[in-house]
């Protein structure tokens, strides 16, 4: 592996490239507080029983449905597998290797809400160059 992106700022399609190819990518200190102050918010929203789409609601036209505090874990998987689908060839390493990295690059926006472990989960792929299998059609991501 060559490089050792910092990322602090957005990645251009160059640095994406760069990832794809095999560079290195980590994130700033600032990065990681951003992902954690935006899982805070959501820790928060959820604690207080504020209503947030997708946080404690259904989705699409199930978004006026409340979802009972201990449901919540159930609603995030639920949302996840019913975007874990897609079919024909796989994408080869390097188009991988791109979408996580334009996945972690839009999780260090801040943005999100995802717990830091999930960013940090694809970051340690990114190193160990172990990329899923992800169909070309259909997968969300």
Not at 34 to 39: E, H, I, K, T
Not at 84 to 108: K, W, Y
Request: with cysteine.
């Amino acid at each position: 592996m060559t490089g050792g992106i910092i990322r602090d700022e957005p990645l251009s399609w160059r640095g994406v490239a760069a990832v794809a190819e095999g560079a290195a990518l980590s994130l700033s200190d600032a990065s990681l507080r951003r992902v954690a102050d935006a899982r805070g918010l959501v820790e928060s929203i959820v604690a207080k029983g504020i209503r947030a789409y997708g946080i404690n609601t259904g989705v699409g036209g199930l978004s006026d449905v409340v979802v009972e505090p201990a449901q919540l874990r159930h609603l995030s998987r639920n949302i996840v597998m019913s975007h874990a689908v897609g079919v024909g060839t796989p994408l080869g390493r390097c188009e991988v290797r791109a979408v996580i990295a334009a996945v972690v690059n839009n999780f260090a926006h801040g943005f999100s809400g995802v717990r830091p472990c999930v960013v940090e989960r694809l970051l340690s792929l990114l190193r160990a160059d172990c990329v899923p299998e992800v169909p070309a059609q259909g997968s969300v991501g």
